[in-house]
């Protein structure tokens, strides 16, 4: 996110626009809570240290000079927050299960974005880091994927840009060393064993060094047994952790009121439940009758399970294979057929497929019954905001067009999800005459590609999502509602509801006609046509959450 994009927001809420109040809070306390999560990780200040952040930039908000700053100046509050909580606890002992009354971070890291293999272990290696590493590594890991700039960054520490860039590197190294740890301890090495046997399992600085001294006197642990992928190359794809369940921000703006309010969503409204409400502005902060402003982010879905690393190979799941537990539950049978379970429908679509060869012309598109589409968004259904969904009901066919913005913000892409489906839905074809992949005739770079280029950066899909073409189409038989999830990368969907002629005329328009590519035929025709990926028949309150496993149990 770019406090450029915000500064009318900003704007108004100086003015003492409460609603532009709510949505600057709501839209920045997810980049907050990742800075000091990371930077403690998990600790239980955590919260403290969150909620006294955000506290001193709504008091602050009137005396930020240019908006676009605010991030800057965002981060930098957080990282001043955060140093003088270190300075607090130098005098003072920790509480040895101080740690245990928050959630480790790491580990919230790896559940909640689903990391598996190389991305999984950085996560994990975290945890070795002494406070002033893993303070900077909380600002290069955004600054990575997108979400911060070497200029912020710096200025956030309170050195230069040459500086930074020296500390930054250090903390690389020692990173390294810290994944090294992680993966040996992963490994079945016959000496660790003996090594660890008095280790309580807690990270620290002298086991890091017993540790790293092991490693590099031990074959099996020194020994690469995989490729080691730099750091930076593997957090681009990560996105910021969700803010958990549950988390209440209680921003006291002077008062002694505590005026509750309940979110939906993240939006933060304030309702003042005295009998003669006062509203005032100070510091640009809106204040309920001189109580408090109160965010409390309503009950999520219950976190994803960790996803498998997808291979080329899967196709399809066995009729007999388990529902996913986050799905909605079968309806009970009927005595009559008591012995009967209902079964995923659709082929499983967690593999990266390669793109056909341009030249390829697509198979037939298998005949379906169409009595027609009807969209709550009418003919043309323009999504380019996070949360604006449209509902799908009928029987025919659907176009999802797709227009990535990483010129605007490029970093890691939260795909859209499709939620409280009944009946059944397919993924048929894509077309558009190119994947977003594909490279760009007369591109300023001259390689870049509808995913980005080197000049303005690149969207990056999460690990196992199909690559998107310009135009994907979907056969809906039933109802279904497409929520925009836009996270990290800038993106918006179109939706169409469109027919099987029109699907036809798409993908066999190829080169000939100045296209890049004819498109691609997904379908089968049958019940064991793929299905989207991220497709749940449950409606989360947070539809970024649908895990991407692309199988749904029949109805």
């Not at 070497?150 to 520490?157: K, M, W």
């Not at 066999?508 to 100045?514: D, I, L, V």
Request: proline share 7%; hydrophobic share 40%; glycine share 10%.
């Amino acid at each position: 996110m770019d406090g450029r994009e915000w500064r009318s927001t900003i704007a108004a809420a100086q003015a003492g626009d409460r609603r532009a109040l709510d949505e600057l809070v709501a839209g920045w306390l997810p980049l907050v809570y990742n800075i000091v999560g990371r930077a403690l990780n998990g600790h239980a200040d955590v919260d403290d240290v969150v909620q006294e952040t955000m506290l001193r930039a709504v008091d602050n908000l009137g005396s930020l000079r240019d908006p676009d700053s605010f991030r800057s100046w965002l981060v930098a509050i957080a990282m001043r927050q955060i140093r003088d909580r270190a300075r607090r606890q130098t005098s003072e002992t920790l509480d040895d299960g101080a740690g245990e009354q928050a959630a480790d971070f790491a580990e919230l890291t790896v559940l909640r974005l689903q990391l598996e293999g190389q991305r999984r272990e950085v996560a994990e290696a975290v945890r070795w880091l002494d406070d002033e590493d893993r303070q900077l590594l909380s600002l290069w890991w955004l600054e990575v994927a997108g979400e911060l700039t070497r200029r912020e960054l710096a200025a956030a520490v309170g050195i230069s840009r040459q500086h930074a860039a020296v500390r930054v590197q250090r903390m690389k190294e020692r990173l390294e060393t810290a994944r090294g740890i992680v993966r040996a301890l992963d490994s079945s090495c016959p000496d660790l064993p003996e090594v660890t046997a008095r280790w309580d399992g807690r990270p620290d600085s002298v086991w890091r060094k017993r540790l790293a001294r092991h490693i590099r006197g031990c074959a099996y642990c020194s020994g690469a047994r995989e490729a080691v992928v730099p750091a930076e190359r593997l957090l681009v794809g990560i996105a910021l952790v969700p803010v958990p369940v549950g988390f209440t921000l209680s921003l006291a703006l002077g008062g002694k009121t505590a005026v509750a309010a309940t979110g939906v969503g993240w939006s933060a409204k304030v309702i003042s439940a005295l009998t003669k409400p006062a509203v005032a502005v100070t510091a640009g902060a809106t204040i309920a009758a001189g109580g408090a402003y109160v965010v409390t982010h309503t009950p999520d879905a219950p976190p994803p399970r960790a996803a498998v690393t997808p291979t080329a190979a899967s196709t399809a799941r066995p009729p007999s294979a388990t529902p996913s537990p986050t799905r909605s539950a079968s309806p009970s049978p009927s005595p009559s057929s008591t012995k009967r379970k209902a079964g995923p429908y659709g082929a499983v679509v967690d593999a990266v497929d390669r793109a056909p060869d341009p030249n390829t012309r697509p198979a037939a598109l298998p005949d379906r019954p169409e009595s027609g589409i009807t969209s709550t968004g009418g003919a043309k259904a323009v999504m380019q905001h996070r949360g604006e969904s449209v509902t799908l009901s009928g029987q025919g066919y659907v176009l999802v067009r797709w227009q990535i913005s990483p010129k605007s913000r490029p970093g890691a892409l939260v795909m859209p999800s499709w939620t409280g489906l009944e009946g059944k839905l397919f993924h048929v074809a894509s077309g558009g005459g190119r994947r977003m992949d594909d490279a760009l005739a007369g591109s300023p770079d001259g390689y870049a590609t509808g995913m980005g280029g080197p000049s303005i950066g690149y969207a990056v899909l999460p690990s196992g999502t199909q690559q998107m073409w310009q135009n994907e189409y979907f056969y809906l038989d039933g109802t279904v509602t497409l929520t925009q999830n836009e996270r990290g990368c800038d993106y918006g969907l179109i939706v169409f509801p469109s027919s099987r002629d029109e699907v036809t005329k798409d993908i066999t328009t190829g080169p000939a006609q100045g296209a890049i590519r004819y498109g691609l035929v997904r379908d089968n025709g049958k019940d064991t046509a793929p299905v989207p990926q991220y497709l749940t028949r449950s409606t989360p309150t947070d539809p970024a959450t649908v895990p991407q496993h692309s199988d749904v149990v029949t109805p």
